[in-house]
């Protein structure tokens, strides 16, 4: 099972429009499971899955997730912590890893900061079921983040917060330079006429962007409305996926 995060730490930036086709396109070849979990529920409205697993869990008789051939899509989006009152994590765990445990790829569409409740529980709960710890992103920078570096401390938080979910289910501390986090893909999106030249000097002055894949996405306002999911992805997407089958057909990659 391959785990891919789509992160970022702006809402609006396109995470969830990037989650979705990702998902989609990659199920035309693996067992593919997209999960929800962010505060707006984009995706999940988009299927209108008015549920979600913890409501669910604390008794509203609705399904809170949807399935079709390869693809699933599992609402895990909430409020606020509030909503959570009373949560049982062991039985959320059992049917996590039940609704998940035969997929090839879980892709994770991430809230805008670098853990919440839900962010907590669902990492907690994946390593625990399945002892997988690598934490391939997605890192998904919109246009008008150019003049920002905020996201650098971003990454630096989300691997620490790995690391030490690693080190509680293992048991054992480990280095305090050990790496979890691994950016396969930077996807700079909505790009606007008269940006190009920002983004250049943004990227020669940023160590995180020059290794790293990367992909520069324009302005769409189609891909910025509601039912996103019924337009054909544009080439620039199609590109990101055929990156991603490529690095997951390669025997040597780790991912």
């Known amino acids: 099972m391959i785990r891919i995060n789509v992160v970022g730490f702006k809402g609006g930036s396109g995470k969830s429009t990037v989650s979705y086709y990702l998902a989609r396109q990659l199920s035309e070849y693996y067992n593919v499971v997209l999960v929800d979990k962010t505060y707006s529920g984009t995706i ?6 008015n549920n979600n697993i913890f409501s669910f869990l604390k008794g509203r ?19 606020s912590e509030n909503d959570l009152n009373n949560f049982d994590f062991s039985t959320f ?12 790829i879980v892709i994770v569409d991430h809230s805008s900061i670098p853990h ?20 391939n992103t997605v890192l998904v920078l919109s246009g008008d ?28 501390s480990l280095p305090r330079d050990v790496k979890f986090l691994k950016i396969i893909a930077v996807i700079i999106n909505k790009i606007l006429k ?18 790293s894949a990367r992909f520069v996405i324009p302005y769409y306002l189609s891909l910025t ?18 990156y991603i089958l490529d690095l997951l057909r390669e025997p040597t990659s780790i991912l």
């Open 225 to 242: 409305q509601r039912h996103f999911k019924d337009i054909d992805p544009p080439k620039e997407i199609t590109d990101i996926v055929r």
């Open 194 to 211: 008269g940006q190009e030249s920002k983004l250049e000097e943004f990227i020669r002055g940023d160590e995180i962007l020059q290794r």
């Open 145 to 172: 983040e150019i003049p920002i570096k905020r996201y650098l401390n971003y990454t630096g938080l989300l691997n620490d917060f790995v690391k030490n979910y690693a080190e509680k289910i293992l048991g054992i």
């Open 93 to 104: 765990k059992y049917l996590y890893g039940k609704l998940i445990k035969n997929s090839d």
């Open 61 to 79: 008789n609705e399904l809170f997730y949807v399935s079709k051939n390869n693809f699933s899509v599992i609402n895990m989006s909430f409020s």
């Open 44 to 49: 999940s409205r988009i299927y209108n899955i």
């Open 116 to 135: 919440d409740f839900a962010t907590e529980i669902e990492l907690k709960a994946f390593m625990e079921n399945f002892r997988n710890f690598a934490y």
